[in-house]
């Protein structure tokens, strides 16, 4: 059921099922986006570029945090062409460099009366092993220890906010890995950057109980999704063979994001710490050799901890 679940057919299908909108009656009318604030990162293309526009489109200010401003920008005037009045604007943060996040999140701190929500969309997928500015390995930093870094950077801000929400974008491709707990920064075996990659999406999923209980005091809801398969520059360049035997069946990036945008706008009462796929809430595991320990988890976090006070 994966093929025609993370297709582009499971998202028509679901679509149907709930009334064809991309916003049904009452999924988001009653938080309304308008005077909201969201941040995306890694917003210059691909599903990011499409929530951004989708939140935008519903009224709240986008902040498109981005590597490249110049592409950022340009992604930022094409949105505008499509949304006149909406409010977007670009900054600079290289989200796997945790000095970058403390300065970037320091410009939003002075700048910005609070945060509504939080989308953690920045990823990468190396060809070969590399490591970040701090020397952590490049995957591991972008989609793990920066967003972590970010989200507490960001705290003062999500809790001047009434129900604020951060946002994991995440990947089914988690599904096919374990923890690694015992070797986060993938120093063991022989490298693969699609595996570092779904590794660190694991990763994501796996500690959103820790981070939850860490923004109790905010009321803050965590979540993570994934977006299904999508036709973006990413997967274009960085998984070709998939890229040609998926073909006509991939999503589009608008509908990638749907449920990144529903998880910010609907006006539900959502359940915490869960991962989620067209909206729904979906099971962590699908196979036996993927499931881990608590300890295990903890002292994942224990580790991401360390590394993002280092």
């Not at 939003?108 to 953690?120: F, G, I, T, Y």
């Not at 500690?207 to 973006?232: K, R």
């Amino acid at each position: 059921m994966v093929v025609p679940g993370y297709s582009r057919v499971g998202y028509a299908v679901r679509s149907r099922l709930r009334g064809g909108d991309a916003f049904a009656e009452g999924d988001a009318a009653g938080r309304a986006l308008s005077g909201a604030t969201v941040v995306v990162t890694g917003a210059n293309s691909g599903i990011g570029k499409a929530a951004a526009a989708q939140l935008a489109g519903l009224g709240a200010e986008v902040v498109m945090l981005v590597r490249n401003t110049g592409r950022g920008a340009a992604a930022r005037d094409e949105i505008l062409r499509g949304h006149p009045r909406a409010r977007i604007r670009v900054e600079r943060c290289d989200v796997s460099d945790l000095d970058d996040v403390r300065s970037a999140a320091a410009r939003l701190r002075s700048s910005l009366p609070k945060l509504d929500a939080l989308v953690h969309n920045a990823g990468v997928l190396p060809e070969s092993r590399a490591e970040s500015a701090q020397g952590h390995e490049i995957t591991l930093a972008t989609h793990v220890l920066g967003p972590v870094l970010l989200t507490e950077e960001l705290l003062p801000l999500l809790a001047r906010a009434h129900r604020p929400r951060v946002v994991f974008v995440s990947s089914g491709g988690m599904y096919t890995q374990p923890l690694h707990a015992e070797d986060p920064e993938y120093l063991g075996g022989s490298y693969r950057g699609a595996t570092a990659y779904a590794r660190t999406k694991r990763m994501q999923v796996a500690l959103l109980p820790n981070l939850a209980e860490q923004l109790s005091g905010a009321d803050v809801t965590v979540a993570a999704m994934h977006p299904g398969w999508v036709e973006t520059p990413g997967v274009a360049a960085s998984l070709p063979g998939f890229h040609r035997l998926a073909g006509g069946l991939l999503r589009s990036p608008d509908e990638g994001a749907d449920t990144i945008t529903w998880l910010v706008a609907t006006d539900r009462e959502l359940p915490d710490a869960r991962f989620w796929h067209d909206r729904a809430p979906r099971a962590e595991h699908y196979l036996w050799r993927t499931r881990y320990s608590v300890a295990d988890r903890n002292a994942l976090w224990r580790y991401v901890r360390g590394a993002v006070a280092a």
